[in-house]
């Protein structure tokens, strides 16, 4: 038995007493390891998400700085594919502050089935609207001249790409880059706030603005991006182009006048992996294989624009990326889903 000294200090004295000294008690506990599905969610939140919306802001925020310096389409044709890779890690969250105010759709307004992005900015360049006057009467544009696929035409359609410095349309490219990074970085600071949506989906009921009831409801919203995600990029970056046998429709290809048509599916499979890899309990060799494989089919199929939709044996190729997209769906449901015990919610996004 040891000795201590235990000071009494409201007596001014000190006792020796006998006490016997514990084991080293911390050694012995079973402290619990946090649950998978706890696990999951916080690597899937600060891992995943909190990254891309930083990614995205910095990116727009590099692309408004060049096209302010100069706003000649050679010169922002860089920045602008820089942010849109930076969108694609993004793009498949359409929750929060994503969606909040019809942003995804002010950023991304595809697909546009009735023509009415090159339409409406032939009338906005006609009018000489003054929207590109000031950024908040800009923000009330139609999304129709705002966001990625706005610029896309501006930079890489002969019909608009002709413009000179000082012009309404270089004004009007200024004011969509900055539109961007406005909406980039509000999607930051409400994704990141003390009170923002990352702890919204941390905290799930014990949140300061409860949006989901238990974290089982948070994990199950982030998968359900997950696999709408590479369901839409299945049922609409790669069936719209391919069409049917009979009649393929690579115009309808998306970013293709940027040549980005199967560099966004790339960067959404690898965007889907990350979130995969970060909601998996455990190891997920089947679903590492199926991603490595598509992945490898969209690195090489050498078809930026999906042009090669319009022949059968290019029309093959882009199918069967979309077949392996299938099939990596069922290998996640299995080794992430079902471990979790979870499935996927209806998204907003699906049926677009």
């Not at 079973?30 to 990254?51: F, G, Y």
């Not at 090159?118 to 950024?135: F, H, K, W």
């Not at 919203?221 to 009649?247: H, V, W």
């Not at 970013?255 to 199967?262: E, H, K, T």
Request: glycine share 8%; charged share 20%; with cysteine.
């Amino acid at each position: 038995m040891r000795h201590i000294t235990v000071p009494f200090l409201s007596l001014g004295l000190s006792l020796a007493l006998s006490v016997p000294m514990a084991p080293a008690i911390a050694q012995t506990l079973d402290i619990p390891e946090p649950a998978p599905l706890d696990m999951a969610l916080s690597r899937a939140v600060n891992q995943h998400t909190i990254p891309a919306v930083d990614r995205f802001d910095v990116a727009t925020a590099f692309l408004a700085d060049v096209t302010e310096a100069n706003c000649l389409p050679g010169n922002v044709k860089p920045a602008y594919d820089v942010a849109f890779d930076a969108w694609m890690g993004l793009q498949h969250l359409h929750m929060g502050p994503i969606e909040k105010n019809g942003r995804i759709l002010a950023i991304a307004f595809w697909p546009d089935k009735k023509g009415m992005i090159p339409r409406t900015l032939s009338g906005y360049i006609a009018d000489q609207d003054p929207v590109v006057e000031t950024p908040e009467a800009f923000a009330d544009a139609s999304i129709a001249v705002r966001g990625l696929f706005a610029l896309e035409y501006m930079l890489f359609d002969d019909q608009f790409d002709g413009y000179a410095e000082d012009s309404y349309s270089c004004h009007l490219v200024q004011a969509i880059t900055h539109d961007l990074h406005r909406m980039a970085a509000a999607i930051k600071d409400e994704w990141i706030a003390p009170d923002g949506f990352a702890q919204t989906l941390l905290m799930a009921g014990e949140a300061p603005q409860p949006l989901y009831l238990t974290k089982e409801e948070s994990v199950q919203a982030l998968y359900t991006m997950l696999t709408s995600s590479l369901e839409n990029t299945k049922d609409q970056r790669i069936g719209r182009p391919i069409g049917t046998f009979d009649k393929p429709r690579p115009e309808r290809a998306e970013a293709r006048r940027s040549g980005r048509s199967a560099r966004n599916v790339l960067l959404q499979l690898e965007a889907a992996r990350d979130l995969a890899r970060n909601l998996a309990p455990g190891e997920m060799p089947q679903t590492e294989d199926a991603f490595a494989k598509t992945i490898a089919l969209t690195e090489g199929l050498n078809d930026p624009s999906f042009e090669g939709a319009g022949d059968p044996m290019g029309r093959l190729k882009i199918e069967i990326i979309g077949q392996n997209i299938s099939a990596l769906m069922g290998a996640i449901a299995n080794e992430i889903g079902s471990p979790l015990g979870i499935s996927a919610g209806f998204n907003a996004s699906d049926g677009d």
